[in-house]
């Protein structure tokens, strides 16, 4: 059984970056899409970026040419790259094995991650 452990949360300041990691076990991880996905506070759950299979890549628009997901096969983990974050980005992000919140049929436990000044 597949399951999915993120890291790397934690505070930071606008404009600063920071790193979250999906540590995958059971399977390898290039058995799967891995989406990120985040909840701010009041919302719903919204789709962030996701790294295919075969490796193409999705990003929200929001964050498009700020966050870069990658995947490592040795480690066996997918990372989020987070540069020159904004306020807005404060949110429990979650990784799971679909880029389709509705069809991931693992998720990790979720990440808080605070950006304030």
């Known amino acids: 059984q597949v399951q999915l452990v993120e890291s790397g949360g934690g505070l930071v300041h606008p404009g600063e970056s920071l790193r979250l990691t999906c540590t995958v076990s059971?399977?390898?991880?290039?058995?799967?899409?891995i989406g990120w996905f985040r909840q701010a506070p009041g919302k719903g759950r919204e789709g962030v970026s996701c790294?295919?299979?075969?490796?193409?890549?999705w990003y929200l628009d929001s964050v498009q040419g700020r966050f870069t997901i990658s995947r490592d096969r040795a480690k066996n983990t997918v990372t989020l790259q987070m540069n020159s974050v904004k306020s807005d980005g404060t949110a429990v992000y979650s990784c799971?094995?679909?880029?389709?919140?509705?069809?991931?049929?693992?998720w990790g436990q979720g990440i808080q991650v605070t950006v304030a000044s």
């Open positions: 799971a094995t679909d880029c389709r919140q509705g069809w991931a049929g693992s």
């Open positions: 059971g399977r390898p991880v290039n058995d799967y899409d």
């Open positions: 790294i295919r299979r075969e490796g193409s890549t």
